[in-house]
Structure formats: C-alpha cells, structure tokens
C-alpha cells in the first residue's frame, strides 16, 4: 500500500486517511483474528494481543477493525450478496462483535468464555455448568455445530473417549494461554470438518489423534530449546486438514503422528504428515484392524465403568479438573 499501489489499484482512489484507516484494521488483524475467535479456535491469551493492540493504537482502532470485520465476513463464500452473513450467521457475528466492545473493560478470559457460554445457549446447547460443559460448547463452535443432531453426535463421540483422554482435551481447551501455556491449534475447524466427511475418520478417532498430538507437543513445549515460545504457541494443521479429508484407512490416521515433523519457529509449529504418511493414504482397512478397534473400545468402556464402580463404593469424588480461571459468575458480574 506505500510502495507498490499499482499492484493494490484500489489505494489509489482513497485518500490519505483512508489508507491509515486501512493500515490500522489490518495492523490489529495480524495480532487478532476475529473469525478464528467466532469458531473458538482461539483461545483468551489472543484477546490479551487484542486488548495490547488496542491499547497502543487508541479505541478508534478497535471500531475501525469492527467495521472491516463487518466487510470481511459478509464476503466469505462469495457469490452475489452475502452467502455467508445470512440469519443464522449473523447472530454469531453480533454477539462476538458486542463482547469485543468489552475488551477495555473487562478481562480477556472474562470476554472470551463469555462469548462461548452465549453462543452455546444461542445453539440451545446444554448450560455449561462444569468444565467439560464448557469444552463440549467450544468443541461445537470448533465443529461448527448448527442443530441438536450435530451437537448429539459430538457428544457421544466424546463420551466414548476415555477418561483419561477426556482429562488431556479439558485440560488443553480450558487452558488461557495467560496464566499457563497453551496451543492454539490452527485449522482444527477444518480438520473436524472433514473428519465429519471422511467415513473412516469421524470424530471420535479424530478426538483421540488430538490427544496424541497434545501430549506430544507438551513435551516438546517442554524441551530447553522451545521454552522460548512462551504463553501461546500456534499449532499449524493445515496439512492434517488435508490429510484427513484423503486418508481411507483408520490406523493409518490413528497412528500418523508418529510419522510426523514438527518445524518449530518462536512462536509457531507447523505439523507435516511427511511422505511416510502421505504414500498410505489409500491403504485399506482389514477385518483385523477393524476388529482391533471394537475390541479397543469395549476394553476402554470396560475401564471407565470399572473406575466409576470403584469411585463409588469407596464414596470418593472423581477426579478434580480445574475450572477456567473465570467461573460464569465472575464472568456475569465483570462484563455487568
């Protein structure tokens, strides 16, 4: 837009102001992406980029950056008028834009579980009264949930999860990325959307991929020569997206993180299926691998039933699972 206009022919017809106006939205669009936001792929720690943003450039940058969201998600979809902003859309789009105008006021965490608390009662969503409550509504946005069938099938793909693969997926999509290190995991919309599409995935083997993925990437998170990344770390899956929407064999998708590299920059980390994943794609499932999975998931049935029996007869809690920073009253009162 400064040095080289004619390749962007619009600037040209604007005026100075204009331009500046230009260059700040886009400015706050690098640190803050509203629309990875509006399906929870991002989590609070962005709204403190935001809230930093917006407190260096002045409180006009926030209303300039509103109204190119506004022009930015009415042309999603293309096509003549607005494909994407219809009704149901649109009420999204409000309710994000309204919790935003709160960030100078309130705290990001308080903003964020806002915004999906809201949107889980706008998708008539169970009330989100514990900590997996809350992560079903997230995992609903992330799958773009629109009715009660899809939000049924969600379910019950989580609760055929393990107990302890349900503790690893509460803990990462509750943690803030403010107070404790977290992955804020790029495309994973995308992922589930093909998951949902490939018959030989779903979410439920998707889920428990995740699971591997996370537990992976904390430890190396963890290693002396990624401690730089700090808070908030980007976890490209753009390539996995791909990748699940071609795979034609279950295991081979089960097993494909440990076919995977990791390129680490400061504050990103690209995924990459590699070839030795990429050249199965079109292995097909046996009888063998398929009576695996049965028997895998009677044996992880089995154990959760044992372990709530046991829980029971010695009348002890289950296990605590921390609760996000915010509870909804806190929440309630800060944005009041």
């Not at 006009?60 to 022009?71: C, E, M, P, Q, V």
């Not at 992560?135 to 393990?162: H, I, K, P, Y």
Request: hydrophobic letters at 45%; glycine letters at 6%.
């Amino acid at each position: 837009m400064r040095s080289a206009r004619n390749i962007v022919s619009s600037c040209e017809e604007l005026s100075e102001q204009a331009l500046d106006y230009a260059r700040v939205a886009l400015a706050v669009h690098e640190e803050f992406n509203m629309a990875q936001m509006l399906q929870g792929e991002n989590i609070p720690g962005n709204l403190v980029q935001l809230q930093d943003c917006v407190n260096s450039k002045g409180k006009a940058a926030l209303k300039i950056y509103i109204l190119f969201l506004l022009g930015l998600m009415s042309g999603l979809a293309g096509g003549r008028g607005s494909r994407f902003m219809d009704a149901k859309n649109a009420i999204g789009v409000i309710t994000g834009i309204q919790l935003l105008e709160e960030i100078l006021e309130s705290t990001p965490r308080a903003v964020y579980w806002s915004y999906l608390v809201a949107r889980g009662k706008q998708l008539s969503l169970p009330a989100a009264c514990t900590p997996e409550d809350l992560v079903l509504t997230r995992l609903a946005c992330l799958g773009r949930v629109q009715n009660e069938s899809g939000f049924r099938a969600l379910r019950t793909a989580w609760d055929r999860l393990s107990s302890s693969a349900r503790q690893v997926l509460v803990k990462h999509f509750l943690a803030d990325g403010i107070t404790e290190q977290a992955f804020v995991l790029e495309f994973l919309p995308a992922c589930m959307a093909n998951a949902k599409a490939n018959d030989m995935i779903g979410i439920l083997v998707l889920l428990e991929v995740l699971v591997n993925l996370i537990c992976i990437m904390r430890q190396l998170a963890e290693a002396a020569e990624n401690r730089s990344a700090g808070m908030l770390l980007r976890v490209d899956l753009s390539d996995m997206a791909e990748f699940i929407g071609a795979v034609q064999n279950r295991f081979v998708f089960h097993s494909c993180i440990s076919r995977c590299q990791f390129q680490f920059s400061p504050t990103r980390v690209r995924v990459e299926l590699t070839s030795a994943n990429w050249a199965r794609i079109n292995d097909l499932d046996s009888d063998m691998i398929l009576l695996a999975y049965d028997m895998q998931e009677m044996l992880q049935r089995q154990q959760s039933t044992e372990k709530v029996l046991s829980q029971i007869a010695r009348k002890a809690p289950r296990e605590p699972v921390e609760f996000p920073p915010a509870s909804l009253l806190d929440i309630t009162s800060e944005l009041v």
